[in-house]
């Protein structure tokens, strides 16, 4: 165990305050533990996400002050009881985190132990909780408190997840990843990757992907020379369309070409937004990537303008077999019926509000349509966003660079100014650096 | 090639009549071929579907008087010249249907031939239509024109499709088919197929089917042995509800319990109606079923008001795995999200009409709701539904038993008073007789 090295003193922190759009930098006293299995992190660098204007513009449902942010990466300097070393009865990850670990945490807490967390569904963990809100301070400051800390946060320091890479790889990897590069596993890769991963295993992209008609496609092993004859390699060709092309927005597509990539599946994607800058950046990130990260396939992008004509030309008037949403409002979801197919599957990981969804039963019943919404589980994400990362540090390594999905570092003591400017679209994301 | 045995004369045909209430059994002409990929089928039997009730009551999208009727088996009497042996530019399956064939139809047409119907999504064939409307004619009748014949009549004199059944044992089974039970195949039946299945391959159901925590129930091959410890057998119970207990949704549950016996899956089903007579009926059929067919699970049959907190209970205020939604409202599809777990799976195959769903986007967003919306590919399903007929033939082989779907046989001249009585409640699902 540590002991908190600032303990009775005061740190900086970007605060949000009721009702909206008001965010001050004040001093308010350094985190302690409060529960055994809490721990303290010392704030490397935390990001301001979109999802964050939802509380900045009062769309939220907080309504005490808070400190803001769900991103951030840092170094332990405390740890709860339930992490000393012969106490036994804690998940087998806490004893996995050590005073001086690097730590990535993704973007809201989960315990581990209930059945919610074992299925893998850690976003909805019941005991979870979301950083920067009321009920929760978050990572936009010197000094956070990390609820069930040990099935929380990530240890960088000593890698204990799943991955493609062998032990030296990844140790090799993580040396040479930079803390801005790490930071986007706290949100936005993960959520990226979601995305991808929900649209490329949808029961119904599967008769493209196992070139077997559904049923069929579903139970390989139920089809006979029959089923195995149906489909042309014409009907095989998976279309996509991505809507939003924020910051999250290229990591589903960077995700997307990947598995297309690994798994050698032809396609054509069609990323769209209504911000030319966005599209730009797309259209370079898709330029830098090397053929290992996007196989075979035809990528555009498009305004809202452009892409219903576009898919209706790419598709001979079918639709796309998925749409993935990466927006989270009403014009994004009704753009993304309309472009899909009749039995095709529309991925929502944009973070939705109060306004009711814009669908009749009968246009839902008549285009057959399958919806996948909700919250990345980003703890369970990580293994496979990690991977991504380390295999696409020609796009993730970078800041302030056309590809770079990080615009700029910046104090902590300008996050006003950086929610004001990345609201009104006039930044893209940034990093906030608590120690600058 | 047959003549139309009764060219230029008149038939009986139980016909709706706008603007809603009004249907009428008239003279009329008998169809003849009007594309050469036509057949005609004398009817022997056509039953009444819950979703003729849409079109009785005004609901639907006709305006137009026109024949009643989507479900219906008999017997072909005419072919138009698509079926001729030396015409060699159509699909295989129209070298497959001779006159005199005995024939069930799925309630849609589906040309056989296009990008949709080759993925199995036949339901939605971009030349398709619903038989029943006023873009097509229906079965209540004594005669049919069945469209696109050939991808769309199943012979049951020369099966083709791919069965679990051996050639001689599906031989055999079918001589023992009574017509009535067949009649099933044309909607309900398949229907009920299509939720089961829908919810039994939900990604989101996954972790419990393979034993994985999310992502790696997706990809089991990427999984470690770290991942393959983490569910305990309790995680890994599949709870579903099925709301609405028709005759479709008693179709479901005895095809859910089917693949939950078959693939040796520990389940509890909460099977939910308002009415206690199809609550009995739903207890009843479950009671008849063997072992075989239902595995070992718990079932309960429950009313509206006892459902959430049954569900509660059983699943200790976590929700069901997955929801077969079987009616078609918004009060069924609304309880379907109350008894849902967050990351579950909401499958609908309900008929669903003009009113906007009730949901807002943050509801969605915040259980990591699933849905799958739509109608059955009905021509796809045939081959499932037929083996679970062969095989519940103790369920589906009846008319007018405590267990039967069918609850009485009559005369198509009483149609009017059948749909009255349906649409009150009164009467279950009947089948006419056009020549009685």
Redesign the interface.
């Known amino acids: 165990m540590g002991s908190n090295e600032q303990k009775g003193s005061f740190q900086k922190a970007a605060r949000w305050h009721p009702p909206a759009y008001d965010v001050r930098v004040e001093m308010i006293p350094i985190p302690s533990i409060v529960h055994p299995d809490d721990a303290i992190v010392k704030v490397k660098y935390t990001a301001v996400c979109g999802s964050d204007l939802h509380i900045y513009r009062g769309h939220g449902t907080t309504v005490n002050a808070h400190t803001m942010g769900h991103e951030f990466i840092g170094e332990i300097i405390t740890l709860g009881e339930s992490f000393r070393s012969d106490v036994v009865d804690r998940p087998a990850l806490y004893s996995t985190l050590r005073v001086g670990d690097k730590v990535v945490s993704p973007f809201t807490t989960n315990c581990g132990e209930c059945?919610?967390c074992?299925?893998?569904?850690t976003?909805?963990c019941?005991a979870g909780l979301l950083f920067g809100c009321d009920a929760l301070d978050g990572g936009q400051a010197q000094y956070v408190r990390v609820p069930k800390a040990g099935s929380t946060l990530f240890s960088l320091s000593k890698p204990t997840w799943?991955s493609?890479l062998s032990g030296p790889e990844r140790a090799k990897a993580l040396a040479g990843l930079n803390d801005s590069s790490l930071l986007l596993l706290a949100d936005i890769l993960p959520t990226g990757v979601f995305a991808a991963?929900?649209a490329t295993?949808?029961?119904?992209v599967l008769?493209?992907i196992n070139g077997l008609?559904?049923?069929?496609?579903?139970?390989p092993d139920?089809?006979?020379d029959?089923?195995k004859q149906?489909?042309?390699p014409?009907?095989r060709l998976l279309v996509f369309a991505i809507v939003g092309l924020g910051p999250v927005g290229i990591c589903a597509a960077v995700s997307l070409l990947d598995v297309l990539a690994r798994r050698q599946l032809p396609y054509k994607i069609v990323a769209i937004d209504p911000l030319e800058a966005r599209r730009e950046k797309m259209k370079a990130v898709y330029d830098k990537i090397g053929s290992d990260g996007k196989g075979q396939g035809e990528f555009a992008v498009a305004s809202i303008d452009e892409a219903k004509a576009l898919v209706q030309t790419l598709t001979?008037g079918?639709g796309c077999t998925a749409v993935l949403e990466i927006v989270?409002?009403?014009s994004a979801?009704s753009l993304a019926y309309d472009l899909v197919r009749?039995?095709g599957a529309i991925v929502?990981v944009?973070?939705?509000?109060?306004?009711?969804?814009?669908?009749?039963?009968?246009q839902?019943?008549?285009?057959?349509?399958?919806?996948?919404?909700?919250?990345c589980?980003a703890r369970?994400?990580f293994p496979?966003a990690f991977d991504l990362l380390v295999k696409r540090q020609d796009v993730f390594g970078g800041v302030g660079e056309p590809t770079s999905l990080i615009d700029r570092i910046i104090s902590l003591d300008d996050a006003p100014e950086a929610y004001k400017k990345f609201d009104k679209g006039e930044w893209g994301k940034v990093i906030l650096d608590p120690w600058k």
């Open positions: 059945h919610v074992r299925l893998g569904y976003g909805r019941t799943n493609t991963i929900q295993s949808h029961p119904k008769p493209m008609p559904w049923p069929y496609a579903l139970n139920q089809a006979s029959l089923e149906v489909l042309t014409e009907d001979g079918v989270g409002n009403n979801i009749a039995f929502s944009g973070v939705h509000g109060e306004p009711s969804v814009p669908f009749t039963g009968r839902l019943y008549n285009k057959n349509v399958s919806f996948d919404f909700g919250r589980p369970a994400m496979p």
